[in-house]
Protein backbone atom coordinates (compact mmCIF):
# COMPACT_ATOMS: atom_id res chain seq x y z
CA UNK A 1 0.00 0.00 0.00
CA UNK A 2 2.81 2.22 0.67
CA UNK A 3 4.40 2.00 -2.58
CA UNK A 4 1.37 2.49 -4.11
CA UNK A 5 0.15 5.75 -3.00
CA UNK A 6 -2.69 4.16 -0.98
CA UNK A 7 -1.40 5.17 2.10
CA UNK A 8 -0.69 8.87 0.81
CA UNK A 9 -4.39 8.97 -0.23
CA UNK A 10 -6.00 8.20 2.91
CA UNK A 11 -3.57 10.45 5.15
CA UNK A 12 -5.14 13.32 2.07
CA UNK A 13 -8.55 12.07 2.85
CA UNK A 14 -7.63 12.65 6.60
CA UNK A 15 -6.73 15.63 5.85
CA UNK A 16 -9.50 16.37 4.01
CA UNK A 17 -11.83 15.77 6.38
CA UNK A 18 -10.08 18.16 8.93
CA UNK A 19 -9.81 21.02 7.03
CA UNK A 20 -13.33 20.51 5.75
CA UNK A 21 -15.39 20.06 9.16
CA UNK A 22 -15.17 22.15 11.63
CA UNK A 23 -15.37 19.08 14.43
CA UNK A 24 -14.66 15.87 13.14
CA UNK A 25 -15.65 12.71 14.55
CA UNK A 26 -13.78 9.77 14.48
CA UNK A 27 -15.97 7.72 12.40
CA UNK A 28 -15.50 10.84 10.05
CA UNK A 29 -11.92 11.04 9.81
CA UNK A 30 -11.48 6.73 9.66
CA UNK A 31 -14.26 7.59 6.51
CA UNK A 32 -12.21 10.38 5.12
CA UNK A 33 -9.31 7.97 5.11
CA UNK A 34 -10.88 4.90 3.73
CA UNK A 35 -12.41 7.08 0.81
CA UNK A 36 -8.87 8.28 0.04
CA UNK A 37 -7.56 5.60 0.26
CA UNK A 38 -10.47 4.47 -2.34
CA UNK A 39 -10.14 6.96 -4.28
CA UNK A 40 -6.59 6.17 -4.73
CA UNK A 41 -6.90 2.85 -5.44
CA UNK A 42 -9.50 3.27 -8.13
CA UNK A 43 -7.55 6.00 -9.90
CA UNK A 44 -4.74 3.40 -10.04
CA UNK A 45 -6.55 0.58 -11.31
CA UNK A 46 -7.96 2.75 -13.80
CA UNK A 47 -5.03 4.18 -14.99
CA UNK A 48 -3.03 0.68 -14.98
CA UNK A 49 -5.94 -1.03 -16.45
CA UNK A 50 -5.66 0.91 -20.12
CA UNK A 51 -3.50 -1.39 -22.33
CA UNK A 52 -3.67 -4.23 -20.99
CA UNK A 53 -2.08 -5.84 -17.27
CA UNK A 54 1.13 -3.83 -17.11
CA UNK A 55 2.92 -3.87 -13.40
CA UNK A 56 5.27 -1.14 -14.42
CA UNK A 57 2.47 1.48 -15.19
CA UNK A 58 0.70 0.49 -11.82
CA UNK A 59 3.87 1.02 -10.02
CA UNK A 60 5.17 4.29 -11.36
CA UNK A 61 1.26 5.45 -10.96
CA UNK A 62 1.31 4.62 -7.46
CA UNK A 63 4.68 6.81 -6.67
CA UNK A 64 2.84 9.38 -8.43
CA UNK A 65 0.02 9.60 -6.36
CA UNK A 66 1.91 9.30 -3.53
CA UNK A 67 3.98 12.11 -4.35
CA UNK A 68 0.80 14.13 -5.06
CA UNK A 69 -1.37 13.21 -1.82
CA UNK A 70 1.92 13.79 0.19
CA UNK A 71 2.36 17.23 -1.54
CA UNK A 72 -0.89 17.92 -0.86
CA UNK A 73 -1.09 16.66 3.00
CA UNK A 74 2.47 19.18 3.11
CA UNK A 75 0.65 21.95 2.15
CA UNK A 76 -1.78 21.67 4.32
CA UNK A 77 0.31 21.08 7.19
CA UNK A 78 2.32 24.34 6.35
CA UNK A 79 -0.63 26.77 6.39
CA UNK A 80 -0.29 26.94 10.12
CA UNK A 81 -3.97 26.44 11.23
CA UNK A 82 -4.34 24.89 14.42
CA UNK A 83 -5.97 21.93 12.45
CA UNK A 84 -3.11 21.23 11.26
CA UNK A 85 -1.68 20.40 14.29
CA UNK A 86 -4.17 17.43 13.96
CA UNK A 87 -2.46 15.41 11.23
Known amino acids: PEVLGVSAGAGAGLAAVLF ?4 PTM ?12 IVM ?3 LAI ?3 K ?14 GAL ?8 MVTGDARAFQL
Do not use: D, K, P
Open 27 to 38: SARMTGAMLGAL
Open 48 to 50: AGR
Open 42 to 44: VAL
Open 69 to 76: CNALVNAA
Open 20 to 23: SLLA
Open 52 to 65: GENSTRLLLGGIAA
